[in-house]
C-alpha cells in the first residue's frame, strides 16, 4: 500500500485549525461586507451603458437622494390615511421603498420576501437566509430579518402554523412602532394571513392605494434614472432594427431585445408583444415562432423593466425589407401617428382625466372596434395609476384626477382595421411638466411608413 494514501487525501503533516469562539460571527460580517460590495447595484451598470448615458448627455441620478424621497412619499402617504405602516410583498412596491432586489421575477409570483415600513418607525425587510448584504447599499433599510414564508410551497398542511408565526411577529412590529394605532396598509396578502392578524388585533387596508399615489409623482433624480432606462431600451431598439431581415422569426428577433436589455443592466421584460404580417390583427398576440416575411409589418411593445428598475414602455411598428409598403400600410401608420401626435399635445399639466380623454382623437369606425383598451397609462418601476379608457369606455366607476407635473404617462395607439390584414402599434413615453410636457422617448419612427 502506498504510504502517501490516494490523492487528495488529507496528509500527515495537513495543519486543522482549530475552532476559536466567535470567529463564524466575524466570519459571516466580513463575508456580508464583500458580498455588499460586489452587489450589482454597487458595480453600476457597466461601461456600454454608461458611455450611451454620456453621449446622450444624461447626468447620474442622485440615488441617496431618491432613495429619501420615496421613503417620504410612502410614509406621506400612510399618514394621510390614517396608517401605522405598510406591509410590501409586491416587488416593486419594495423596490420603490428600499432599493433593494431580489429574485425579482420569482417573488412576484411567490410571496416570500416582504418589507414593514413604520409611519413613524423603521423599515425592516424580512428576506431569504444570509442575504443581507443585498440591500446594505440601501441607507433606508434599518434591519433585515430572515423571512417567515408561509406559502404551500414552504408550508404544506402546516401552513397554518407558518401563518401563525409569521403574523405574531408583524404584530409586534406594529405594537411596538404604532403608538396605538393597530391599522395597516399592505399590498398583497392571502386570506389566511388577513383572518390571523385580525385574530391579533391588526386590521387591514389597502396597500395599493398607499403606493400608486406615492409613486405617482417622480422626483428629479427619478426622471433622470428614467431618461437612462429609456436610452438603454432604444439601444437594444436599434439592435434589434438592425438584426430585422426576412427570414428571422419572431422570437429571435424578440431575444434582440432582451439581450440588449440584460447587457445595459435591465432587469426583464413584461410581455410577450411582438407580431409580424397578419399576426399584428388584432393586437395581443404573443410572440412567436412566425418567420418575418419582405413587406411585412412588425410591431412590437417593449414593456421593459430596464436599468435602475424603470420601465421603458414604447412601441414601434417596422417595414420588414427594403420593398416599398403598401398605401394600406401607410395609411394605418399615418393614423396612429397623427392620434399619437394629437393626444400628445393635449396632455398639460391641470387638464382633468376625463376632459383629456374627452378631447382625444380615436381610431376611425372601423378600426374602432379593435382599438387599444386605453388611451394613456401611468409608468414608473411598472406600468402605473392611473389608466385612461377611451370617452365611450368612461364608467361611473372610472376614477377622475388631474394631471400634475411630475407625473409620467404612455400615450397609446392601435391602429387596425376589423377583419383587416396587418395594425400598426405605437406608444410614446411622456412626462407631464410646470409648463406642458416632454417627450422623454425618441426612438424615430420608420420614415417609409410615414411616407
Known amino acids: 500500500m502506498d504510504s502517501a494514501g490516494p490523492k487528495g487525501s488529507f496528509g500527515r503533516h495537513r495543519k486543522i485549525m482549530p475552532f476559536e469562539p466567535g470567529s463564524i460571527e466575524a466570519l459571516r460580517d466580513a463575508s456580508r461586507q464583500k458580498a455588499g460590495s460586489l452587489n450589482q447595484h454597487v458595480l453600476g451598470y457597466g461601461p456600454q451603458a454608461e458611455a450611451e448615458w454620456a453621449a446622450a448627455g444624461i447626468a447620474a441620478p442622485d440615488l441617496a437622494a431618491m432613495r429619501k424621497y420615496r421613503l417620504e412619499r410612502i410614509r406621506a402617504e400612510l399618514k394621510r390615511r390614517g396608517y401605522a405602516g405598510a406591509l410590501l410583498y409586491d416587488p416593486v412596491n419594495i423596490r420603490y421603498a428600499t432599493d433593494s432586489t431580489n429574485m425579482q421575477l420569482w417573488v412576484a409570483h411567490n410571496p416570500t420576501r416582504h418589507c414593514f415600513i413604520a409611519t413613524e418607525g423603521p423599515v425592516v425587510l424580512f428576506d431569504y437566509f444570509s442575504c443581507e448584504h443585498l440591500s446594505d447599499h440601501s441607507g433606508v433599510v434599518n434591519e433585515v430579518r430572515p423571512a417567515v414564508s408561509w406559502m404551500y410551497l414552504y408550508g404544506g398542511e ?55 399615489n406615492a409613486r405617482l409623482i417622480k422626483s428629479p433624480d427619478e426622471i433622470l434614472a428614467m431618461r437612462r432606462a429609456i436610452v438603454a431600451c432604444e439601444a437594444a431598439m436599434g439592435e434589434m432594427e438592425q438584426a430585422l431581415k426576412p427570414g428571422i422569426s419572431e422570437n429571435e428577433l424578440w431575444a434582440e431585445l432582451h439581450r440588449g436589455n440584460i447587457a445595459r443592466g435591465g432587469e426583464w421584460i413584461e410581455t410577450r408583444l411582438l407580431t409580424s404580417g397578419p399576426r399584428t390583427n388584432p393586437w395581443f398576440q404573443e410572440c412567436s415562432s412566425r418567420k418575418i416575411e419582405a413587406g411585412d409589418l412588425v410591431a412590437f411593445d417593449t414593456d421593459l423593466i430596464g436599468p435602475y428598475g424603470f420601465c421603458a414602455d414604447l412601441s414601434r411598428t417596422w417595414l420588414c425589407g427594403d420593398a416599398n409598403p403598401s398605401n394600406e400600410q401607410r395609411a394605418l401608420f399615418r393614423i396612429a401617428a397623427d392620434q399619437i401626435e394629437h393626444n400628445m399635445a393635449l396632455m398639460q399639466p391641470g387638464i382633468s382625466f376625463r376632459d383629456l380623454v374627452e378631447a382625444s382623437a380615436v381610431p376611425p369606425g372601423d378600426c374602432f372596434p379593435t382599438r387599444y383598451g386605453v388611451l394613456y397609462h401611468g409608468v414608473g418601476l411598472a406600468d402605473e395609476y392611473p389608466t385612461l379608457p377611451h370617452a365611450s369606455d368612461w364608467t361611473s366607476d372610472t376614477p377622475d384626477g388631474v394631471l400634475e407635473p411630475g407625473m409620467v404617462l404612455c400615450v397609446e395607439s392601435y391602429i387596425g382595421r376589423l377583419g383587416g390584414r396587418e395594425g400598426v402599434k405605437l406608444e410614446e413615453q411622456i412626462l407631464i411638466t410646470e409648463t406642458g410636457n416632454e417627450q422623454l422617448s425618441t426612438y424615430p419612427l420608420d420614415t417609409r411608413l410615414l411616407g
Do not use: C, F, Y
Open 158 to 212: 402546516l401552513t397554518e402554523q407558518k401563518v401563525r408565526r409569521w403574523a405574531a411577529g408583524i404584530a409586534d412590529l406594529v405594537r411596538e412602532h404604532g403608538s396605538g394605532n393597530s391599522r395597516i396598509a399592505v399590498d398583497h396578502i392571502n386570506p389566511e394571513g388577513v383572518e390571523e392578524l385580525a385574530r391579533l388585533g391588526i386590521s387591514i387596508g389597502n396597500g395599493e392605494a398607499v403606493m400608486e
